[in-house]
């Protein structure tokens, strides 16, 4: 039997979902599960890296149940990607929980390099900014308060991972301890101009450079999987970092190009191609590396975006599901001056101030729910034109075009309302989870599945295209309210 399926794992920020696509990106296999979130004090978010996997395996059982592993040629694996991990390497137990990319109990020790003057190395050798968001001060802070490390550490039997190589760990079993760029570039211990772990910040941040993993090219062979990872032999052929797979997945091969994926944050990717751009409110970044070349990006990472959304239905109840958001704002003529800044985490990219807080400005006894959740929408799109401003700017190029992924872009007033605010044209594709297609595009070029990328991109179908209907006046007038609403967000702490 031929094999022409391959298999996507897409390890998310509350979820893993597992994808088999056929070479015409038809869906022939799919299955998510949901896994805890667990946040200890304010702040603080964590991951238990069993549930993790768990919900790994589940979903690659469901998803090929009625294919069986012969049809599969491979396995792409995308992720979240700053989550920090420890393990023993002899047992494969975690020794804590993962400390997730949102968490921001290690900003006293980023207000410390910062203070010593620190950050301009780590920008300039990592292209990233000095925040907790990072893997880096995560780990430093596991090697300080978790004594089991610290023990594995002295018996040379600590591994260090990002999710990326958790699962692969995992699916191995134990045999391979590796990661790819994408992700590795994400940790601020990975200098993205000699590609390779640079010593002197995993001193700076007190990180052995004994327990990091391997680094290996995006797409190629990293190991196969065995009976103890989930039950049948398979080729792993490519690991991403989640936001550089929907790039991949959209086809953003060229400089220029830029994706938005809307999901518990936001993610705005621009390809640079082999030119590295250093940007001081944004995060230079590397978006794959294979056949033996870089290519770069550009990337705005805001902290909360569908998760606005999700603190509405679970923290205020002010809904009952996310899909009642589009029409709540729709009900509305206009805003009415409410404005919500979601700094629920502190604010990301263009700002990157993590004692911002959330912040609802102009209330009056007229307002009801549906001016909140209006906001709370608004503030998606808003977010994201404050990050394409930044970033036209910074490369010189503004596109024409914004190529959209994940959960939020079903929401048409969501949609309509981000074109109007950028002025541009907003593409929505047929094939939502670019995420877990992105993955399964490297892996599929590597199998032998698509020819190249071109040929892999060839397949991509626009469902629906949002073009800008508000006039320039309103959609100004109503982003500079919406700036002066950060700027007193930012005052409040």
Not at 397 to 409: I, M, N, S, W
């Amino acid at each position: 039997m031929k094999r022409r399926l391959v298999l996507a794992i897409d390890a998310g920020t509350t979820g893993v979902r597992a994808l088999v696509f056929d070479r015409d990106q038809k869906v022939a296999g799919r299955s998510y599960r949901e896994f805890p979130q667990i946040f200890p004090k304010p702040g603080w978010v964590e991951h238990n890296p069993n549930d993790i996997w768990e919900a790994t395996r589940t979903v690659v059982e469901e998803a090929i149940r009625k294919l069986g592993p012969k049809q599969l040629c491979g396995i792409g694996i995308t992720n979240q990607r700053e989550t920090a991990l420890l393990w023993d390497r002899e047992t494969g137990r975690p020794v804590a929980n993962a400390i997730v990319w949102q968490c921001r109990r290690t900003a006293p020790q980023c207000r410390k390099l910062a203070d010593a003057g620190k950050g301009p190395t780590i920008h300039h050798r990592t292209g990233l900014q000095l925040d907790p968001y990072f893997s880096a001060s995560k780990w430093h802070w596991l090697l300080a308060h978790v004594p089991e490390a610290d023990r594995l550490l002295r018996e040379d039997r600590l591994a260090a991972g990002t999710v990326d190589t958790w699962l692969l760990w995992k699916l191995t079993g134990g045999k391979v301890h590796a990661t790819e760029p994408s992700n590795a570039s994400r940790t601020s211990l990975f200098n993205i101009r000699t590609m390779q772990w640079d010593r002197q910040l995993c001193r700076l941040f007190g990180v052995p450079t004994g327990i990091l993993p391997q680094v290996l090219p995006t797409r190629g062979e990293f190991g196969r999987t065995d009976a103890s990872g989930i039950g049948f032999e398979l080729p792993v052929l490519a690991m991403v970092g989640d936001q550089q797979s929907a790039a991949f997945g959209q086809g953003c091969f060229r400089p220029g190009t830029v994706k938005n994926t809307y999901g518990t944050g936001l993610f705005m990717l621009a390809n640079t191609g082999r030119e590295l751009i250093l940007s001081d409110r944004l995060l230079s970044t590397v978006a794959w590396s294979c056949d033996g070349h870089t290519d770069y990006a550009l990337e705005g990472s805001v902290f909360t975006g569908g998760a606005a959304v999700q603190w509405l239905r679970d923290g205020l109840h002010l809904i009952e599901d996310a899909s009642e958001t589009a029409q709540l704002a729709a009900s509305l003529a206009g805003n009415d001056g409410v404005y919500f800044v979601p700094a629920l985490s502190g604010l990301g990219a263009p700002y990157w101030d993590a004692s911002a807080r959330g912040t609802i400005l102009g209330l009056t006894r007229a307002s009801t729910r549906a001016h909140i959740v209006r906001a709370a929408l608004e503030a998606i799109a808003y977010q994201s034109r404050d990050v394409l401003d930044v970033m036209a700017e910074a490369t010189g190029r503004r596109p024409k075009v914004l190529r959209v992924d994940g959960g939020a872009v079903r929401n048409d007033f969501l949609m309509q309302f981000q074109a109007d605010i950028l002025g541009l044209r907003v593409e929505r594709p047929t094939m939502p989870e670019t995420t877990a297609l992105g993955a399964a595009g490297l892996a599929g070029i590597e199998a032998g599945l698509w020819r190249d990328p071109e040929d892999f991109i060839s397949r991509r179908k626009v469902e629906q295209a949002f073009l800008p209907r508000m006039e320039p006046r309103g959609r100004e007038r109503l982003y500079a309210k919406w700036q002066e609403a950060v700027e007193r967000c930012r005052h409040w702490a």
